[in-house]
């Protein structure tokens, strides 16, 4: 299955979304609305939203507190978005200029800020501290992973225990909350709301291995990266760091040499790429992930049979098997 037939079953629900959605995030400053109105053209794949209908659809059924749960979930996505394309100094998104681009920094900053405030405000006006409670939780994970990942790409010091703290806290925490809200939305069910979410963060893990794999493996263009980004921005990811591992301390401290260089060329990159993939670095990276998957597959299988279930399911394996 693509993402297009994994949503079929929440298709309609996601139409209704998208104008809730732009509701939400409605101002009476004509600046902001202008800008929002710009960041609404640039939807994507409404892949998070989905995911919170189908946790929702799988855990009771889909409601009017699970569109505020996939509202806030997408007002915080959207707010990190637009923050680190200031940080990244990025010019475009999704084919059109960023907000930093087409405005300026401080704009940006403070379009991030509100989408944030409005998303936090959302599950208060509507007493979901519950759904407030896990999104506080997600912004303060996200940010100590981004900020460890920082430290760690400054000491080029990091284990695979460290490794799986960044991307869990980066990546794996907003995916988590997705499934978390989703199922908070539809049962009071505690075991069911952590087996959710467990299955959300197993997800978000195995995703992040996968980009990391794009990256080390000359891949990264196909997601819309520079080849070698990771190596530029001296992260260590998870196959290099089983490569490192398996290597000599001679070709190992070569390597990190490399890494730490403040202009890796295109040469040393092809080098480290050569590197990885002589000491098996993809195919451990690549194993990790499918153990992840069959972890998610395991919460997933003990629900009832349901389209939705289907397209979880089908998800968890797009996730190891994609190619962009």
Not at 275 to 287: H, T
């Amino acid at each position: 299955m693509n993402i297009s037939e994994i949503i079929k079953p929440v298709e309609a629900q996601l139409k209704e979304f998208d104008s809730y959605f732009k509701k939400s995030m409605k101002s009476n400053v004509s600046l902001l609305d202008i800008i929002i109105k710009y960041i609404t053209r640039r939807k994507g794949k409404q892949v998070r939203p989905a995911i919170v209908f189908l946790t929702a659809e799988i855990c009771g059924g889909i409601n009017s507190r699970t569109f505020t749960a996939a509202a806030m979930v997408e007002l915080l996505h959207t707010a990190t978005l637009v923050h680190d394309d200031v940080v990244d100094e990025a010019k475009e998104r999704r084919g059109l200029a960023s907000i930093n681009a087409a405005w300026t920094n401080k704009i940006a900053v403070l379009i991030g800020d509100f989408l944030l405030a409005k998303g936090l405000l959302s599950a208060i006006d509507n007493d979901e501290f519950g759904f407030l409670k896990a999104l506080s939780d997600t912004v303060r994970r996200m940010s100590e992973g981004e900020l460890l990942q920082i430290q760690k790409s400054k000491e080029i010091d990091i284990s695979e225990e460290t490794y799986f703290r960044i991307i869990s806290d980066k990546t794996a925490s907003l995916i988590s909350t997705c499934c978390q809200v989703g199922a908070l939305s539809a049962t009071n069910d505690a075991e069911i709301i952590n087996k959710m979410k467990m299955f959300g963060e197993y997800l978000g893990i195995a995703f992040q291995i996968r980009d990391d794999i794009f990256d080390i493996s000359g891949q990264s263009a196909k997601i819309g990266k520079a080849i070698g980004n990771d190596l530029k921005e001296k992260k260590m990811t998870l196959p290099l760091l089983h490569s490192l591992k398996q290597s000599t301390k001679k070709e190992s401290n070569e390597i990190i040499s490399l890494v730490k260089n403040k202009k890796i060329t295109k040469k040393e990159i092809e080098h480290v790429f050569s590197f990885v993939r002589n000491y098996g670095g993809i195919d451990f990276a690549e194993n990790k992930a499918n153990e992840f998957i069959s972890k998610a597959l395991e919460i997933i299988n003990t629900f009832p049979e349901s389209k939705a279930k289907n397209s979880l399911e089908a998800l968890a394996k797009f996730v190891v098997e994609r190619d962009n």
